[in-house]
Each structure stands twice: as structure tokens, then as C-alpha cells.
T-cell receptor, first 112, second 112 residues
Framework: GQSLEQPSEVTAVEGAIVQINCTYQ??????LSWYQQHDGGAPTFLSY????GLEETGRFSSFLSRSDSYGYLLLQELQMKDSASYFC?????????????FGKGTSLLVTP | ETGVTQTPRHLVMGMTNKKSLKCEQH?????MYWYKQSAKKPLELMFV???????ENNSVPSRFSPECPNSSHLFLHLHTLQPEDSALYLC???????????FGQGTRLTVV
């Protein structure tokens, strides 16, 4: 089976940097994704890492180490609007398109 | 707006009722998914459709019955549900080979 672990809650100050870690166990690995979900909203795609290293997209970066089964999402210059839940996800080992298995999510609270 | 539309946004139903959730996408995607999101639990994959064919059923009880008449529409038929089935039901779609899934806003279901 597959399992993903991430912290349940993180609090940070506006303008700061925060890192959300994710460790995973999976029988077959097809990359690690990150999604953001605001209260009452749809999960939206942030990033995807298939290979080791850092991927940067504006204020958000995502890192992957396949040998450690570990990744993280880095949010810089935090803004109040970044308060949301962040989910790491791995692609299910199947021929079923892009079916994802998600972690429980990390609730990020950005304070003034 | 992600391009994936779900209706209704909210639904309250009794345990003996029959209702259906609808999902529609006009993004040209060929894979569609149903997820269940309960409080304090990760998004759970329920069903996967590729090119209108069901390719995944994650041990979902038969009181949930999916239907995919074409690549743009996906339904979830509900009957004799239990209160523990109350959750946010999310539909998503993707194009085979892509690394991103697009989610709808979800249907908030309450079973009374």
C-alpha cells in the first residue's frame, strides 16, 4: 500500500519562510505532488517532482529526495492568503490516469 | 474556477433517499475521479474512469454507484447512505500523461 505523513498544523508569521515536510511509503513511485486547498475551495495544483532536487515556482518551491522517500514544500515571503491546507500526494501505482493518494494535509496559519 | 463543475454544492439527504451528484469538465481530459474528503482524514480515492471505462474501485460500498456516460461527465448515484457518509465529495479530471489533476469545488453531503 501507500502512506504519506505530514504535520497536521503549522503556524508562521507574515513575511516569513515555512517548510512543510512529507514522508511517503509506496510500492511504486511516480512523483510527489503538492496541492493547496482553502476552506470551502477545491484543491489546486502547486508543484510536482519526479526527480531529486528543488523545483521553484515563484514564492513556492518543492524538493524531493527519492532515496529518503522525503519531500518538502517551501513557502517564502508568506502572505495572509497562504493560510490554507497543503497536501502532498503520490500517484497511485496503476494504469488509471493520474489517480492520487493524498496525505492528511497540513493546515497552515499565517499570522500578522 | 478550475474548469471542473460540480452540482449541487450542498446536499442534505435522508438515509432512505436516492440522489445523484454531477460532475462536468470541458477541458478535454480523458480521466475522471471521485474523491471523498472527511474531517481529519486524507482525501480518499473512490473511483477512476479512463476514456469512460471504470479502471479503479477502491473498495467503495455498493451504496455509491458511479456512472460515466462520456468523457466530460461523471455521476455518483447515492442510495441508502449512512450518517458516516457525510463528507465533501470531490470530482477531478486529468489528461493521461499529465502531472496535474483539476478538482471541482465539491459537493458537501450531509446524511441525516
Amino acid at each position: 500500500g501507500q502512506s504519506l505523513e505530514q504535520p497536521s498544523e503549522v503556524t508562521a508569521v507574515e513575511g516569513a519562510i515555512v517548510q512543510i515536510n512529507c514522508t511517503y511509503q509506496t510500492s511504486g513511485f511516480y512523483g510527489l505532488s503538492w496541492y493547496q486547498q482553502h476552506d470551502g475551495g477545491a484543491p489546486t495544483f502547486l508543484s510536482y517532482n519526479a526527480l531529486d532536487g528543488l523545483e521553484e515556482t515563484g514564492r513556492f518551491s518543492s524538493f524531493l529526495s527519492r532515496s529518503d522517500s522525503y519531500g518538502y514544500l517551501l513557502l517564502q515571503e508568506l502572505q495572509m492568503k497562504d493560510s490554507a491546507s497543503y497536501f502532498c500526494a503520490v500517484r497511485q501505482n496503476s494504469n488509471s490516469g493520474y489517480a492520487l493518494n493524498f496525505g492528511k494535509g497540513t493546515s497552515l496559519l499565517v499570522t500578522p | 474556477e478550475t474548469g471542473v463543475t460540480q452540482t449541487p454544492r450542498h446536499l442534505v439527504m435522508g438515509m432512505t433517499n436516492k440522489k445523484s451528484l454531477k460532475c462536468e469538465q470541458h477541458l478535454g481530459h480523458n480521466a475522471m475521479y471521485w474523491y471523498k474528503q472527511s474531517a481529519k482524514k486524507p482525501l480518499e480515492l473512490m473511483f477512476v474512469y479512463n476514456f469512460k471505462e471504470q479502471t479503479e474501485n477502491n473498495s467503495v460500498p455498493s451504496r455509491f454507484s458511479p456512472e460515466c456516460p462520456n468523457s466530460s461527465h461523471l455521476f455518483l448515484h447515492l442510495h441508502t447512505l449512512q450518517p458516516e457518509d457525510s463528507a465533501l465529495y470531490l470530482c477531478a479530471s486529468s489528461r493521461r500523461g499529465d502531472t496535474e489533476a483539476f478538482f471541482g469545488q465539491g459537493t458537501r453531503l450531509t446524511v441525516v
